[in-house]
């Protein structure tokens, strides 16, 4: 495919490295990066954008202290003649975060854009500006599209380390230059603690950035909080953040390992002096919001909701949805009857509203949860499940039958090119669904795509549920549990909508690019 030139990105990049320079990982372990509050603001966070439309975008900062954020764009990387854009105030209710709208911008275009974080109280005090760039969506079927999904950051204590370059996977995706990336949940791991040092196979040790939020499981608005700033201490994130603009979704990680709406956590995890997930959720919740360029959560957006369609231009829409907010508990999953399922009814009936309703050539269905693949709950002493599938190859039981509902809708509508799109488990791997090989037959085939961890513990393969028919075509993982980065096993995977033909290639990558799965899907068809 050829895909429109980028005029200039490279240089522009260079730009945000020099404002970016407070935030070089330390050589030793124990701190984290300091920044000198000097008499103006500053941005040590860098930037990113997110929910990118053809004429409009969010851009995000945050300040080390009040300030009032400015964004300025530009054709152009030398920004004569800007267009100025006046912001929040940015403030200690929201992390010293913000967001800004900009709209009105030109379609398919490069924009180049800094921010300037002024003080309150002389709005002529401004800090070192801190510049990105990003893609509007192309009306033009011609452009094609181009995206990378993948998930889980920082899981299981593998956290940042010094002596690998961080999390080095963001370099490799930043060469693909996508369009956008898909974060598909577990973007980070509030409940995982990262400690100094980690124990390997062999003998050597694991070392890692800490943080005093990252010490302990997070329960206060702060340490969730402290979760996402974490991250960015990453220089690899900030980079790829400047230079492309994300999706964002969330899982279970985002507050605690497998949780549901009303979940009491057991008095023997003492970990938690908060019981309620409710609670937490609600904290994690906020500080999601605030830490992510999500337009449905920005302040004063009448949603308030993570689930939402993005229209990509004439070939794609991306249905991003909301697999834990909505769901009914964890458990052996096997009701005959489930109204409220892993979505909710108000979100299926949203999602097959807006699937009827799109006229894209390609509809991406990205899930933070897989369907077919068996993910057990085991953080209770009976057999309780945390996806879709239970194990039972039978007809559709518990949360099975709000997918099965969806899948029918889909066939008796004649939607075409629909694709799903995960991450959670831990491997990458393609399956291909097929009726002819499955309990429930009233669908099209079609095939879901797992990748991750982006920097996170690696699992052996899931096992499928035979309900839905699914047929593992590729998988690549390992087969023990929770090995490291420096293990391998890292993974993301990519998009390739040609503008010509209007074909979807998936390629499957591992951590350094090479590719280890490629499949090329037909448009126009029901079922693939």
């Not at 299926?348 to 990205?366: C, D, G």
Request: aromatic share 10%.
């Amino acid at each position: 495919m050829s895909h429109r030139p980028l005029p200039g990105r490279r240089s522009v990049l260079r730009g945000s490295l020099v404002t970016s320079a407070a935030l070089t990982l330390p050589v030793g372990l124990g701190a984290a990066p300091a920044f000198a509050r000097s008499g103006r603001p500053e941005a040590g966070w860098g930037v990113q954008t997110g929910d990118v439309s053809a004429d409009s975008g969010l851009v995000w900062v945050r300040s080390d202290r009040p300030a009032r954020m400015i964004v300025e764009t530009s054709a152009t990387e030398s920004f004569r003649d800007p267009r100025r854009w006046h912001g929040p105030l940015l403030d200690a209710g929201t992390d010293f975060t913000g967001t800004t709208r900009l709209h009105g911008l030109p379609s398919g275009e490069q924009i180049h854009y800094r921010v300037l974080l002024a003080d309150p109280d002389d709005p002529r005090r401004t800090g070192a500006p801190v510049t990105g760039t990003f893609r509007t969506v192309s009306r033009r079927r011609r452009d094609g599209v181009r995206f990378l999904w993948s998930g889980d950051l920082a899981g299981q204590g593998w956290g940042i380390n010094p002596d690998r370059g961080g999390y080095r996977i963001y370099d490799a995706m930043a060469k693909l230059d996508p369009d956008f990336f898909l974060c598909s949940g577990d973007a980070v791991y509030a409940d995982g603690p990262i400690a100094a040092t980690q124990a390997l196979p062999d003998g050597s040790a694991w070392r890692n950035v800490t943080t005093e939020e990252k010490s302990k499981v997070a329960e206060t608005l702060d340490e969730y909080r402290g979760n996402f700033r974490y991250n960015l201490l990453d220089a690899n994130l900030r980079r790829f953040n400047a230079q492309v603009p994300s999706v964002v979704q969330w899982d279970d990680h985002e507050v605690r390992n497998n949780w549901y709406p009303g979940e009491v956590i057991a008095s023997s995890d003492t970990r938690y002096t908060e019981k309620s997930v409710d609670v937490l959720a609600a904290r994690a919740r906020r500080a999601f919001g605030e830490y992510s360029p999500v337009s449905t959560l920005r302040p004063g957006a009448r949603e308030g909701r993570i689930y939402r369609v993005l229209r990509q231009g004439p070939l794609l829409d991306v249905f991003v949805l909301d697999m834990r907010t909505y769901r009914d508990a964890n458990s052996p999953d096997d009701r005959t009857v489930d109204p409220q399922g892993i979505l909710g009814r108000e979100q299926l009936e949203w999602l097959k509203r807006e699937l009827a309703r799109s006229r894209a050539v390609w509809k991406v269905i990205a899930a933070d949860m897989p369907l077919g693949l068996v993910v057990p709950d085991t953080t209770e002493n009976r057999p309780n499940f945390e996806a879709v599938a239970q194990g039972d190859p039978g007809a559709p039981l518990g949360r099975e039958l709000q997918i099965a509902e969806l899948l029918r809708f889909v066939k008796h509508r004649r939607i075409t090119g629909t694709v799903w799109l995960t991450a959670d488990v831990h491997h990458t791997s393609a399956q291909h669904y097929q009726p002819s090989r499955a309990a429930f037959t009233d669908f099209e085939p079609f095939w879901e795509f797992v990748s991750g961890p982006l920097n996170a513990g690696a699992f052996p393969a899931s096992v499928l549920d035979g309900t839905f028919g699914p047929e593992r075509v590729f998988v690549k993982a390992p087969t023990a549990s929770n090995v490291s980065p420096a293990g391998g096993y890292q993974f993301f995977g990519e998009v390739d909508i040609d503008g010509g033909s209007g074909e979807l290639t998936v390629r499957l990558r591992e951590q350094d690019g090479t590719v280890l799965f490629t499949r090329t899907l037909q448009p126009g068809r029901v079922g693939q």
